[in-house]
């Protein structure tokens, strides 16, 4: 059983960036490809990014494209997700997750954290 916990979230004017980071425990953290997703209100949850085990291959939500990246440090058991440029439209409750498929993938993840909210200001 894996438990994540996300924490850098916070208020940021728009332009403004943000570094999330998702420390991992319980489990071996380099077998799994990790992800970022968010929930912004009255919205689903979305996809946002996504890492395999060595941060070699990643992938993005196209509204988040060069302007998020995923990194992962295997030795911290954590995932980080730097934003910049944002927007007051990328203003959600942010999770990280993890997923033990081989393939990367931007749905079916087994291990989810509780969340930090990311609220951008116009």
């Known amino acids: 059983q894996v438990q994540l916990v996300e924490s850098g979230g916070g208020l940021v004017q728009a332009g403004g960036s943000l570094r999330l980071s998702c420390a991992a425990s319980?489990?071996?953290?380099?077998?799994?490809?990790m992800g970022w997703f968010r929930q912004a209100p009255g919205r689903e949850r979305e996809f946002v990014a996504t890492s395999n085990w060595s941060g070699g291959h990643t992938y993005y939500a196209d509204s988040v494209k060069g302007r998020f990246t995923i990194s992962r440090d295997n030795a911290k058991n954590t995932v980080y997700l730097q934003m910049n440029s944002l927007k007051p439209e990328d203003t959600a409750v942010y999770y990280c997750a993890a997923d033990r498929s081989y393939i990367l993938s931007t749905v079916g993840y087994d291990y989810w954290g509780q969340g930090t909210q990311v609220t951008v200001s116009s």
């Open positions: 319980g489990g071996t953290f380099s077998r799994y490809n």
